[in-house]
């Protein structure tokens, strides 16, 4: 059983980096220890990516401040640490489930700035004055967002590990699916699990409820390897990992982002083409998204 104080022990640094964010509980264990996390954070150093303490507008709503996020590239964060720190001793021998239990907000630094990167990369490849290519740059960004969270617990390697993630992140994943992402990356190699798995959350993201053989072959087809494909069965056991996402949750969040855009055009309606057979037809954003999920090999 892990308890708080075990979480501000593991924290204790001497030397920490420039671009861990110290006032943010988990960060300094996270840059270190997490492949995923590290990897995000540098991405962001080369893109200029700020972070920043959460204003009163994140504070009050989060998603509401994805449009300005996204353009700003500013990630909000907030700054737990100290206050959890500040907690008495009878206090800190509780449990980061019963912590969040009580509401207790927690960070999602690597969800937003996996927003932000992948925003970027669709930025330089679209053409955002288009409606359907701006519902791709959003969606893109959204299901890296989803994928960065849950392929992070793949690096995950005790409970520690496990429960620092869950103080940053928007959901973590069963112990069985992390298990069956770390098979299925050693069956075929962890960069093509990585893209299918990507490509998974991009359909559950335009709200598909399954997929068939046609999807299973464009995502194939996506990848680009013709030495090593996945099985149906394989792809369909990642898009149930990818399609927990809450329908009504998908449907709220992106029509409000799109009113937030100015579009007056129902949300829904704009889903009506397939993400993947989209993307194909444009090489160049193709091998952005295939260097960027390269990254987590």
Known sequence: MIYIKDLLAAEIRPKPKPCVIN??????????????????RQTATKLKIKFKKADKFYNLSPLLCLPSILIQKIVPYFENKPIIASFNSNSKNITVDELLFLGTKTNHILHETSHVIMWLAAQKNLDL???????????????????????AN????????????????F?????????????????YRAHIVNTALFLCFLHSNFLYKKISARECKNINLFIARNDLKLEA??????????????????????????????????????L???????????????KNILSLLEQDN
């Open 129 to 151: 004055k288009k409606q359907n290519e701006v519902i791709v740059a959003f969606l893109l960004s959204e299901s890296y967002a989803n994928y960065s969270e849950t392929i």
């Open 233 to 270: 069965k394989d792809l369909k056991e990642l898009f149930t990992i990818a399609s927990q996402l809450n329908i009504h949750f998908l449907t709220e969040t992106g029509e409000i982002f799109w009113k937030t855009l100015g579009f007056k055009n129902n949300f829904l309606e704009s």
């Open 23 to 40: 006032s943010v509980l988990g960060d300094c264990y996270l840059f270190q220890k997490n492949k995923t996390y590290r990897t995000r």
């Open 272 to 286: 009506d083409f397939d993400p993947v057979e989209f993307i194909l037809k444009n090489k160049s954003l193709q």
């Open 171 to 187: 959901w973590a994943h069963s112990a069985s699916e992390v298990k069956t992402l770390i098979q299925l990356r050693k069956k």
């Open 154 to 169: 793949v690096f995950s390697t005790n409970e520690l590990h496990t429960d620092f993630l869950k103080l940053n992140s």
